[in-house]
Nanobody, 126 residues
Framework: QVQLQESGPGLVKPSQTLSLTCTVS??????????WTWIRQPPGKGLEWMGA???????YYSPSLKSRTSISRDTSKNQFTLQLSSVTPEDTAVYYC??????????????????WGQGTQVTVSS
């Protein structure tokens, strides 16, 4: 059974770059056909799809975040990472990583994905 775990700083200052890592166990991030996704949920709001990296390494980004977002991976560590630059307090959210057998951009529930992490709170504040 695949398990995902987010890690990273819980507090980031405005204008800095937020960096989160998703560590995957029980399955390889290069397994054919799977997409590895970052999602976030700001307080009092719905889930927002941020972007994904495919098993082959291709990346996909939300148009609204594309200019600030970068997703990469380290296959030797079975990890993928999110970097979000120039953060503001509006980037305060719970951030999740997830896996799905196809690319999902319209996220209604984490159950849309086969597997997902428990989420990590990130607060942007000075």
């Amino acid at each position: 059974q695949v398990q995902l775990q987010e890690s990273g700083p819980g507090l980031v200052k405005p204008s800095q770059t937020l960096s989160l890592t998703c560590t995957v166990s029980g399955g390889s991030i290069t397994t054919n056909g799977y997409y590895w996704t970052w999602i976030r949920q700001p307080p009092g709001k719905g889930l927002e799809w941020m972007g994904a990296i495919a098993w082959r390494g291709s990346t996909y980004y939300s148009p609204s975040l594309k200019s600030r977002t970068s997703i990469s991976r380290d296959t030797s560590k079975n990890q993928f990472t999110l970097q979000l630059s120039s953060v503001t307090p509006e980037d305060t959210a719970v951030y999740y990583c997830a896996r799905s057998p196809g690319l999902i951009r319209d996220v209604r529930s984490l159950t849309d994905f086969g597997s997902w992490g428990q989420g990590t709170q990130v607060t942007v504040s000075s």
